[in-house]
Each structure stands twice: as C-alpha cells, then as structure tokens.
C-alpha cells in the first residue's frame, strides 16, 4: 500500500522552493532517490571502492560481489533467463546506440525497413536515422491514432517482409500511453524482424516480464526509478547478444589480446568495455530492492489513481487541453497538457514560484509535438512519492497561472 510514509525515505523532498513545501512533478524527467540508495552509494565508496574482475584482493572480491550481486538483481526484476542477458550501460540512450551499431549494422542492408512510431523520444529516432543512411535503408512510422494510441492494424500495415527492425517505447514520456508490446512483437517476429523496447518510462512503473513480452531487447535507465544518473540495463535475448559485435573496445571485454587480433570476453562481458559503473550498478541494486518491497503492481495502481485525480481535476479549469488517451487505464501517470494562449514555460515558470515542478519543452519528442500541431507542451509526471495533496496544489497553481495571465493580457 502507497501511503505518506513513503514520501519521507526521499530527503530531498522535505524543503521549501521559493517559500513553499516542494511538489515534485518531474519524475519522467528523473526520479528523486531514497535514503536506502543514497546510504548504498555511500556505503560502496566508503568501505567497497575497487574496481571488479581483476584484483584478487579483498576490496576488488567484495566489490566485483556487489556488482554482479546488482547483476542478479536486475535479471530477476526483468525476469530475463540469465544474467547473461543483461548488460550495464549509461543508459536507455547508450544501450540503443548499442543495439544500432552493432546488431543494426551487421542486419540491416540496403532497401531493409526499420519501423518506429511518432511518439518515440528522440533516443529511438535519431539512431535508426543513422543507421537507414549509412545502410540506405528505409526509415517508417507507425501511424497514431486520433487519442495518441496505436492500433495493431496499423502495425500490421507497417511491418512487412523487408521490416527487420521495429523498435517502440513501451510508455511514451509525453502522452502516456502504454503501448501493446507483446502484441507487437508477435507481429514483427511473423515477419522475420526483432523488437526493441524503449522501457525508460516504463521499468519504473510497471512490473516487467521480458519473457512474457517475447521482447528482443529492452532498454531502461536507473535514474528513473531512484537509481542514480549514469546506470542503465541493456537486455538482449542471449542467441542475439552472442551474435553481436562489441561497439566500445578496451579493457575488461577481452579475452586475449595479440599484436594484430584479438578476442572477447562471454556475455555479459564483452560490451562492457573499461571500468565499469560499478557504484551506480550497486545503487540500481538498492532502487530495485526498494521497488521490489513496495511492489510495481502497488506502483502502478498508485500512478493510474494519480493520474485519474489529476486528469479529473484538470479538466474543470476552462481553456486547459489534455494530450494523451482519456482512459487514465490506457496511460501511466503522464498529464501532459497546455493552457491556451500561454506557453508552456511560462506556465512551469509561475507554477515554480509556488515551489511545483513540472517539465515545460518538447520533451526530446519533436516529432510528436509536430503531430500533436504544438511547439511545446507543459508535463506533469507521477511516482510513488506523489498524492491527491500534490496534484491540488497543481491545479490550484495552475488556477493562479491562467489568472495571472488572463491579467497581463
């Protein structure tokens, strides 16, 4: 069960911002971290720090322990079928750069389709852009429909024979809404294509079975789900990691090394080129620890009730417009919305005086924004650490804006 407890295990939720109690409102952007993942960064440099897999010493055992242990721990929230499918990278970013470069390249010829959907963020655009130019292969969009959902007749009218990727975000970062993956990845294997899944809004929200999703890969960040920034996971089924060229070269991913060839490591290792993000692959550790013990399930029915108040109560200020489907049951807690005639940086202006937080921009979604016939929009996100109290401070704020300008116009 969410309840107000659970706001307090965030430190830095407890201060004021221009003079008022701070609403968080940005977890899509990034989430805020408990004390259990502040105390596990802390921990490691303090009693841990070494770098893994080479020492024989007992700093380099117990932190190469506490690596692999954080290993363990993301193959069973993913529910991957070995630890050898999971891959620490940067981020969501880094690891479908990686899937681009190296399963991509090595796939993808000339007159192949790689299929994506308008509502992608621009880390699962522009590297498919890459890749269709330097392959001279073409780049296509699942159409939307009208609510900003897609329908699997119109997946089916973009995949075909020559489709040899199709890679979707599983919750977009603007509208909200939940894409059916599993159902996806059907159609492209009819095919012959892989799926990938931008799963950066969706890991830290809902309860993640790649096996049960028949994903290829699935790509998320640790800064999203009180991780810290620098962490992410890059799963991929193990018959297509073992087929796949590293990208970055270097220490730790060899095996041998000689004067004009060399070898590589076995999964995982080999695309983990350098030092690896030992404190943060500890840190993400205790995050999911943490979201292990209040539950995604808990999470996710939490968002939806946010999202459903919110919604609700937004949709009583005259002049307000709400993107994304209408069913708070279609979409994750993502209010994405506009005040007309004001842009949206005003309003996330002056709803920060009154110390709320939420994201004004494009969102690295510009496509999107042209399908939407906006140049920006006004975001507010949801998490575990939200309830009914933030989202009334919300609308009141933003009561106060359309007030505000409807004066100085």
Known sequence: ????????????LNQEINGHPLVYLDSAATSQKPVQVIEALKKYYEFDNSNVHRGVHTLG??????????????QKFINADSTEEIVFVRGTTTAINTIAQSYGRANVEEGDEIVITYMEHHSNIIPWQQLAKERGAILKYVELEEDGTISLEQVRAAVTERTKIVSMVYVSNVLGTMNPVKEVAQIAHENGAVLVVDGAQAAPHLKIDVQQLDCDFFAFSGHKMCGPTGIGVMY???ALL??????EFGGEMIDFVGL??????????????GTPIIAGAVALGAAIDFLNEIGLNEIEKHEHEMAAYAMNEMQQIKGLDIYGPKDPGKRAGIVTFNLKEVHPHDV???????????RAGHHC??????WLDVTA???????????????DRLVEGLRSAKEYFSDVF
Do not use: C
């Open 348 to 358: 996330a202006t002056v709803l920060d005086m009154s110390g709320i937080a939420v």
């Open 260 to 273: 004009y060839d060399s070898t590589w490591k076995e999964l995982p290792w080999k695309f983990e080129g």
């Open 365 to 370: 979604a510009q496509p999107l924004m042209k």
């Open 61 to 74: 055992n117990r932190a190469t322990e506490h690596y692999e242990g954080a290993r363990e721990k993301v």
């Open 1 to 12: 069960m969410i309840n107000q407890e659970i706001k307090s295990y965030f430190p830095i």
């Open 377 to 391: 929009t006004a975001r507010a996100s949801f998490y575990l650490y939200n309830n009914e109290a933030d989202v």
């Open 236 to 238: 991929g089924k193990k």
């Open 242 to 247: 073992n087929n796949m060229e590293p990208v």
